[in-house]
T-cell receptor, first 111, second 110 residues
């Protein structure tokens, strides 16, 4: 039982490049989330998926797209990376708006 | 939009001293969650409060939810070096979205 897994762990991009962050959970949770955390700050919600087949914008969705591929997987795509997107990205999942289980995070640096 | 603020931003305490962090929401919450994040780690769930005026304890940690369901606090009695980390509250509004507070970074001096 791995919980929530994220790939990659680290990534360096050049401005304008694109990439997809992958997230998977094996807890059979309906809801999944993407957050970003900037140094010394809290977590800000980018997008969430309340259930398979639905996605909604969070606090800071600009510059990102998401796909809820199936119940297990929720990916985050940066179409044209910008230095302002340098951050640590966390994926989380939960059931019935309860405890959120977080993945280990992806550290992204955009040059 | 909904905002959740936490104070203080930083707190340094001597081991054995008490510690409290406060969380204030701009809107009434349906529930509040608390998380702990160790340096370099990911947030880990501590507790969820749902009822107005609710108080819950976990060993040396005491959590309170305000009567108006707009504020909450976490109190640690007799801090230990293992308590080091950043403590976040996350306010739920009855939807699937949670808004996280800015966090309080706790440093415990041995």
């Amino acid at each position: 039982n791995a919980g929530v897994t994220q790939t990659p762990k680290f990534q360096v991009l050049k401005t304008g490049q694109s990439m997809t962050l992958q997230c998977a959970q094996d807890m059979n949770h309906n809801s999944m989330y993407w957050y970003r955390q900037d140094p010394g700050m809290g977590l800000r919600l980018i997008y969430y998926s309340a259930s398979e087949g639905t996605t909604d914008k969070g606090e800071v969705p600009n510059g990102y797209n998401v796909s809820r591929l199936n119940k297990r997987e929720f990916s985050l795509r940066l179409e044209s990376a910008a230095p302002s997107q340098t951050s640590v990205y966390f994926c989380a999942s939960n059931e019935n708006r309860g405890t959120q289980y977080f993945g280990p995070g992806t550290r992204l640096l955009v040059l | 939009g909904q905002q959740v603020m936490q104070i203080p931003q930083y707190q340094h305490v001597q081991e054995g001293e008490d510690f409290t962090t406060y969380c204030n929401s701009s809107t009434t919450l349906s529930n509040i969650q608390w998380y702990k994040q160790r340096p370099g780690g990911h947030p880990v769930f501590l507790i969820q409060l749902v009822k107005s005026g609710e108080v819950k304890k976990q060993k040396r940690l005491t959590f309170q939810f305000g009567e108006a369901k707009k504020n909450s606090s976490l109190h640690i009695t007799a801090t230990q070096t293992t308590d080091v980390g950043t403590y976040f509250c996350a306010g739920g509004s009855g939807t699937y979205k949670y808004i996280f507070g800015t966090g309080t970074r706790l440093k415990v001096l041995a």
